[in-house]
Structure formats: C-alpha cells, structure tokens
C-alpha cells in the first residue's frame, strides 16, 4: 500500500506540474495574446518570463520527485534483500535437511553392515557344535569369562595388569572373528560423534540397541586394551554402557571403575548402588 501511495504522489506531481505550466501559459497568452511574433526580443521576454516562473517551480518539483523515487528504490531494495535473505535462509535449511538425510542414509547402511557382520559369524563350541550369528556372542563372553578369571586371581601382578595380560590371551584365539565386529562397530561411534547433527545421543541410542549384553561385555573389555582404546572416550560419551546388566563382568567392584560413569548413563546412580553389594 505505501509503495502504491509513493507511485501515485508521482502521478499527481506530475499532473500539478502540468496544470501549473498550463495556468502560466494562459495568463500569458491572455495578457500578451496567443499570437506568435516574429520578434526575437518578444520570445526573449516569453522565455525569462516562463523560466522565472516554472522553472524554480519544476525544480522544487524535481527535488520532491527525487525524494520519493529514492525513496521507492530503497523500499524496493529492502524487499530484495529480504526475499535474497529468505532465499538464503532457505537453501541453508534445504542443505541442512540434505546433509541430514545423507547422515541416516549411511548411518543405516552403516547399521545394516553392523548385521551383516554379526550374521556371518561362526565358531565351534567346545562340544564341537557350529554356532553362527548373535549366539556366538554368549560362547565369546563364557570363553573370555573363563580367561579373566585368572587375572582375579593375581598371579602375574597388579588386577589391571592381569587383566590386560588375559585379555590379550582371548584375543589372540578370537581376535581373527571379532576384529571386523569391533573396527565397524568403532567406526559407527565415531561417524555419530564427527557428524554435524544435533541429536548425536538419539542415533548412539540406536546404534546400542542393536547389541545384546554379550555384545557389550565384549566391547567393555576391548575397550580396556590396546586393540580397543580409540573406542573407550566414545564409550564414555554416548554412554555406551547404559543398560548394561553389570553382573555379567568378570570383577564388577573392581572392572566397572575403570570406565568413567559417564559411560553408564542414566544407570550410573543404580550401577554405584549395586556396587555396594561387593565391598
């Protein structure tokens, strides 16, 4: 409505520089007559008698025009650099969405390999029985249980020393099938907490729901030893270990200290409660 305002004090200026012109020209005529003279001093005069009157009048004319003109301009410019603005503004969120919706796209084909991986696992139980997929976990955990058994029982040094020292024992029997497990699952952390999303704990959330508590325990200890220690801070951030049923260790009183409880959760409270129950 303003600009249609601006657009039409234009028009009317216009016009009452017209009317004003004609005014002039018929006071003239009507004094002097509307006859042209031959005179070249009687034009002299017409010319000084109109440029005294319309001229100052179509200047300051002008001058008013000027004004509202910049002043349409800048209204004009302002409502470009808004739509510029909203047009940025909008791409920005496109691209972000963009970005995002790349994220979940590989952060699920990332998940669906995690499966895959689990899926074509295979050992040999000590009865020799062929066990395949999620179910080796639970044979995995027994073996590396029966393991760090003897680090409790402290006959090389110190607990932690002991413990690494087993550790290193299983994973030198095991390590050719859970190696694969591990790097990938260490990739997906480490995808979740590089990528530029908001909601990193949502997506760990997920990633911790696809593995089973046997799963965990594994992770838990590899996290411990050297083959696993890029993972532990992430493990501690994304509180890996949130549902953790800690009874499943080996040592709980002693082995759930050596993570920080952020790497708990919500559990840590409960966790530091149940810990009582061993001192």
Known sequence: MKEKSSYLSLWLLFLFATMFGVVVLHFYAKQFGNELSPDQAIWAQFGDYVGGLLGPAFAFLGLIALLITIRIQSKELALSSNELKNS?????????????????????????????????????????????????????????????????????????????????????????ELNHYFRNFYRILKYIDEADVADKKEYSGVLRAQVSNSELV???????????????????????????????????DQDMHFYNYGAYGDQAEQIESTLERYY
């Open 88 to 176: 940025a503004t909008a791409l920005s969120q496109q691209s972000r969405s963009l970005q995002h919706q790349n994220f979940e796209n590989r952060f699920f084909n990332m998940l669906s390999l995690h499966h895959e991986i689990v899926n074509g696992l295979s050992v040999k139980s000590e009865h020799g029985e062929v066990i395949s997929g999620r179910k080796c976990f639970r044979n995995f955990q027994e073996d590396l249980s029966g393991y760090l058994k003897e680090a409790a029982l402290g006959h090389q040094g110190p607990y932690e020393q002991c413990l690494l020292y087993e550790y290193e024992h299983f994973h030198r029997h095991y390590g050719l």
């Open 218 to 252: 594994l992770l838990f200890y590899n996290g411990l030893s050297p083959h696993g220690r890029k993972m532990k801070p992430l493990a501690e951030r994304y509180a890996l270990f949130e549902n953790f049923e800690i009874d499943a260790l080996s040592n709980p």
